[in-house]
């Protein structure tokens, strides 16, 4: 999985709901699943399950833990799959103190 850059912006790190949107996509087609699927065991309308996989919500942390939950993966897991996805994509660029902040909150 490749986090999404902003357009124009090659050398600046992707947003957090961008790259755990991509990650909760990828592990919903890993399991062969629709959108109609997991939204309905996390609780959640498609609708939202597809605007956090674009990124285009900011879920919460109960929205998130919903659909982790659906999807049998930990919290912990995703933000530790996040954390080392962010790390490997330009450590030389992504070394400021937004990204080890970022870091920190994945941890």
């Known amino acids: 999985m490749t986090a999404p850059r902003p ?3 090659p050398d600046r790190e992707p947003l957090w709901r961008h ?4 990650h909760l996509r990828s592990l919903r087609q890993e399991r062969g699943e629709t959108l109609v699927e997991t939204a ?4 959640v309308s498609p609708q939202y399950l597809s605007e956090m ?6 879920p919460s942390s109960e929205m998130i833990a919903a ?3 659906a999807l049998d993966v930990t919290l912990v897991d995703v933000a530790a799959a996040i954390a080392e996805n962010l790390r490997n994509l330009r450590p030389s660029v992504f070394t400021g103190p937004t990204c080890r902040a970022a870091y920190a909150l994945a941890a």
Do not use: Y
């Not at 996989?53 to 900011?58: D, L, Q, S």
């Open 7 to 9: 357009a124009g912006h």
């Open 19 to 22: 790259v755990l949107g991509e």
């Open 40 to 43: 309905a065991r996390a609780g």
């Open 53 to 58: 996989e674009r990124g285009t919500k900011e």
């Open 67 to 69: 659909v982790t939950g």
